[in-house]
Antibody, heavy 119, light 108 residues
Framework: QVQLQESGPGLVKPSETLSLTCSVS????????WTWIRQTPGKGLEWIGN???????NYNPSLKSRVTISVDTSKNQFSLNLTSVTAADTAVYYC?????????????WGQGTLVTVSS | DIVLTQSPGTLSLSPGERATLSCRAS???????LTWYQQKPGQAPRLLIY???IRATGIPDRFSGSGSGTDFTLTISRLEPEDFAVYYC?????????FGQGTRLEIK
């Protein structure tokens, strides 16, 4: 059973950088498109982007200028950095893994972590 | 971006009844790339249906999906108490991946 666990600060100041890590237990981080998704009451579920274990990335154009997703295969972790945050970035952030061979059938999710942007 | 519009916004039904949830796309989507999730309060979404009509592992057969092109449907044949939740459709054809705004299924 694959388990994903998000970690990182729950409070970030405006204009600073939001940094989260997703730790993957059981098995290898290889072969899948590891993904970040966020959820807000106003905008609902929003795909942020993904990274293949090789390091290639895909980002949502709406966030692309501020997002970096990276992977550390030695630690079975992948990470999200979102720069220049504003209150609009306040959300529950999920890491997720799609079924093998797909980029969008998310069968494993972390529990989610609430990140609040506030001074 | 492909916009997914779900209807109704809220559906009020009783256990044992049939639920029909709609997802309409702003442009045609391959049926391979249409997915449905269930989300309960305080939980992450749970994969229900992928490729329009294939149930994910462990999903009861009262859940079924259908559709093509721009119109897709999730049907729950006989509602169980644990089925009352929010349901989202999602597409991953052209990037970016997008989700519908959700249909809340509530107990009448």
């Amino acid at each position: 059973q694959v388990q994903l666990q998000e970690s990182g600060p729950g409070l970030v100041k405006p204009s600073e950088t939001l940094s989260l890590t997703c730790s993957v237990s059981t098995g290898s981080i290889s072969t899948y498109y590891w993904t970040w998704i966020r959820q807000t009451p106003g905008k609902g579920l929003e795909w942020i982007g993904n990274i293949y274990y090789s390091g290639s990335t895909n980002y949502n154009p709406s966030l692309k200028s501020r997002v970096t997703i990276s992977v550390d295969t030695s630690k079975n972790q992948f990470s999200l950095n979102l720069t220049s945050v504003t209150a609009a970035d306040t959300a529950v952030y999920y890491c997720a893994r799609p079924r093998g061979g797909s980029t969008g059938q998310f069968d494993y999710w972390g529990q989610g972590t609430l990140v609040t942007v506030s001074s | 971006d492909i916009v997914l519009t779900q209807s109704p916004g809220t559906l009020s039904l009783s256990p044992g009844e049939r639920a029909t949830l709609s997802c309409r796309a702003s442009q045609s989507i391959s049926s391979s790339y249409l997915t449905w999730y269930q989300q309960k309060p305080g939980q992450a979404p749970r994969l229900l249906i992928y490729s329009t009509s294939i149930r994910a592992t462990g999903i009861p057969d009262r859940f079924s999906g259908s559709g093509s092109g721009t119109d897709f449907t999730l049907t729950i044949s006989r509602l169980e108490p644990e089925d009352f939740a929010v349901y989202y459709c999602q597409q991953y054809g052209p990037s970016p991946i997008t989700f519908g705004q959700g249909t809340r299924l509530e107990i009448k």
